[in-house]
């Protein structure tokens, strides 16, 4: 199926089973597609994740989607914008369309959406992953696909046995209530196109991301990429968009790049619901 359903995107298209979204979606910007198109599939097999990992779900469980864009005025060194208005557009769409309250959605730096565990750890719900090409001469980005995973209406009777711990989806956040991905598909694009349109004019919503991070306040253990920085997350840095972690001599680090491998927040207030 293809549409031009509105003047936001250029293209939607849905897939049955594909190989991944991302290529996908490179492909049609090869080809000159204008902007927003967006891919969407019911299964990857062979799904991408961060850092060279797969992304993988059993068929139908999860809304998997890159959004190719040609954005024009952003600098190559603000991209991780658009990753982050992705997932900020995720975070409440998921929220409205779960009807779950404020703040049960999370982003654990850089992209993950996440959730709190009754025993205080992250529970990771989606996943973001950010590919751009640059003009070099400029200094711009002339095209990026960013691809959002979400573990939607996914049973936790279903979660492979070695992500048990470690994964959540909106089905189990709101006790095995099934959820409408088609509903949840609508509610993301509603609510990225006025975050893209305003980051085109060249308003970032520093405030919302940085609100949204729950590393903020708690002990962190982030992989910088070979050593282990541990230490305590006291915010995102808005221009550079890297996470800042206060080590134990008191200074406080930013972190270019790299993954949060341990947080645990300790509220007294932790539910599911
Ligand atoms: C991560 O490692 O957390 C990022 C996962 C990104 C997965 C999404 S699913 C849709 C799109 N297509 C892919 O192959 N990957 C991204």
Redesign the pocket.
Same mark, same amino acid.
């Given at each position: 199926m293809m549409a031009r359903p509105d003047a936001f995107l250029s293209r939607l298209e849905r897939f049955g089973s594909i190989e991944?979204?991302?290529p996908v979606v490179r492909e049609w910007l090869e080809a000159g597609v204008p902007e927003v198109a967006v891919a969407v599939a019911d299964e990857?097999t062979m +799904?991408?994740?961060?850092q060279g990992?797969g992304?993988s779900a059993p068929p139908g469980t999860a809304l998997?989607?890159?959004a190719g864009f040609r954005p024009q005025n952003i600098q190559l060194g603000h991209a991780w914008r658009l990753a982050a208005i992705v997932a900020l557009a995720m975070a409440d769409a998921a929220e409205e369309v779960a009807g779950l309250k404020d703040a049960t959605i999370w982003l654990k730096w850089p992209n993950?959406l996440v959730a709190d565990a009754p025993d205080g750890r992250l529970v990771k719900l989606a +996943?973001?992953?950010g590919e751009s090409t640059s003009d070099g001469a400029s200094g711009l980005v002339t095209t990026a696909i960013i691809?959002? +995973?979400i573990n939607a209406d996914w049973p936790a009777g279903a979660f492979p046995p070695e992500l048990r711990d470690s994964m959540t989806s909106l089905r189990e956040l709101l006790g095995g209530r099934p959820i409408d991905r088609d509903a949840l598909l609508d509610a993301w694009l509603a609510r990225l196109e006025p975050r893209y349109e305003a980051l085109r004019d060249g308003h970032f919503d520093a405030g919302g991301w940085t609100a949204r991070q729950r590393t903020t306040g708690h002990g962190v253990e982030v992989d910088t990429g070979g050593s282990i920085l541990t230490g305590t997350g006291v915010g995102v840095d808005p221009e550079s968009g890297a996470l800042l972690v206060r080590g134990r001599d008191g200074a406080t680090q930013p972190v270019g790049s790299g993954e949060v491998v341990r947080c645990r927040v300790m509220t007294g207030n932790l539910s599911w619901r």
């Amino acid at each position: 199926m293809m549409a031009r359903p509105d003047a936001f995107l250029s293209r939607l298209e849905r897939f049955g089973s594909i190989e991944s979204t991302q290529p996908v979606v490179r492909e049609w910007l090869e080809a000159g597609v204008p902007e927003v198109a967006v891919a969407v599939a019911d299964e990857q097999t062979m +799904g991408r994740g961060r850092q060279g990992r797969g992304w993988s779900a059993p068929p139908g469980t999860a809304l998997l989607a890159s959004a190719g864009f040609r954005p024009q005025n952003i600098q190559l060194g603000h991209a991780w914008r658009l990753a982050a208005i992705v997932a900020l557009a995720m975070a409440d769409a998921a929220e409205e369309v779960a009807g779950l309250k404020d703040a049960t959605i999370w982003l654990k730096w850089p992209n993950d959406l996440v959730a709190d565990a009754p025993d205080g750890r992250l529970v990771k719900l989606a +996943g973001v992953l950010g590919e751009s090409t640059s003009d070099g001469a400029s200094g711009l980005v002339t095209t990026a696909i960013i691809g959002i +995973g979400i573990n939607a209406d996914w049973p936790a009777g279903a979660f492979p046995p070695e992500l048990r711990d470690s994964m959540t989806s909106l089905r189990e956040l709101l006790g095995g209530r099934p959820i409408d991905r088609d509903a949840l598909l609508d509610a993301w694009l509603a609510r990225l196109e006025p975050r893209y349109e305003a980051l085109r004019d060249g308003h970032f919503d520093a405030g919302g991301w940085t609100a949204r991070q729950r590393t903020t306040g708690h002990g962190v253990e982030v992989d910088t990429g070979g050593s282990i920085l541990t230490g305590t997350g006291v915010g995102v840095d808005p221009e550079s968009g890297a996470l800042l972690v206060r080590g134990r001599d008191g200074a406080t680090q930013p972190v270019g790049s790299g993954e949060v491998v341990r947080c645990r927040v300790m509220t007294g207030n932790l539910s599911w619901r």
